[in-house]
């Protein structure tokens, strides 16, 4: 009994010193940008790992793919669970969360930001940096050019807002295009089973069809709308701040036309197909 109590101090001493360790340095608002990247890169590891584990039992096309179709399959599993993550965090910051609202008063909208915000963007900005790192490695088996001009935008404006604060809420309404990120995925791996004469591939295309419309045109249209509207706050930013601003959801924007105008192409090629 002594000395099982005298381990459970000990436990206890050691939870505590965690603790400590934990709201002083990792969750302190001077380190948040630099471990929540950190986060972000090992949970993007350790999602990659988990849908290699559970794909290998619980998928049977799994095995007859080659290296580099189970290295995609593994990384679109990533990018899967960041995009509902991200999406879930910045329609809550855009759409209901009040520290963005016009009648919270805050300051200038532009250089509102919070620790939930940080550790939101910090996470993101780990996973562009560790999905940009796995597309340099095996280039360009995980897309081209305008995926490493995509992550490259990304993880510099989200890396910016993240760590100075400015222009946060634009970053998560850009964001909210990762909505679109999971059905794109299931349709590659739709594809990649066989199934692309399915009822769930024709649906999906649909979805993607609709929900690219809504996050990445319309609400790009939005975001500069809410820019125009707030223009004297956004011309307080950083020019850096300010640049990015208009730059880089310009620049995603046009990308967005362009991806748009192939996803009605396959869509009426596949629908032609049917009838």
């Not at 929540?36 to 559970?54: E, N, P, R």
């Amino acid at each position: 009994m002594a000395v099982s109590k005298k381990t459970a101090l000990a436990f206890k001493s050691y939870q505590n010193q965690a603790q400590v360790l934990v709201k002083t340095y990792l969750l302190a608002d001077a380190f948040m940008p630099y471990t929540s990247v950190l986060g972000g890169i090992f949970a993007s590891k350790m999602v990659y790992d988990l849908t290699q584990l559970i794909s290998t039992f619980y998928f049977r096309t799994y095995a007859g793919l080659t290296k580099i179709q189970r290295i995609e399959w593994n990384n679109r599993g990533m990018s899967s669970v960041h995009a509902i993550f991200i999406t879930a965090m910045s329609l809550y910051f855009v759409f209901w969360s009040d520290l963005y609202s016009d009648q919270y008063n805050g300051g200038p909208i532009t250089f509102r930001s919070s620790p939930l915000s940080t550790f939101a963007l910090g996470v993101s900005v780990g996973y562009f940096l560790s999905d940009l790192g796995m597309i340099f490695w095996l280039y360009p088996a995980l897309g081209g050019l305008e995926y490493v001009v995509h992550h490259t935008l990304s993880a510099i404006a989200v890396g910016y807002s993240m760590y100075t604060g400015e222009g946060q809420l634009y970053t998560f309404m850009v964001l909210i295009s990762e909505l679109t990120t999971p059905e794109i995925n299931l349709r590659w791996y739709l594809d990649t089973a066989g199934l692309k004469k399915s009822s769930a591939y024709l649906i999906n295309g649909v979805v993607i069809f609709f929900a690219w419309m809504v996050a990445r045109i319309l609400l790009f249209v939005y975001m500069f709308y809410h820019v125009y509207l707030h223009y004297h706050m956004v011309i307080e930013m950083h020019p850096m701040g300010f640049l990015l601003v208009f730059t880089v959801p310009s620049v995603l924007g046009a990308m967005n036309l362009m991806w748009f105008g192939k996803i009605i192409k396959g869509m009426m090629k596949t629908l032609a197909k049917r009838q």
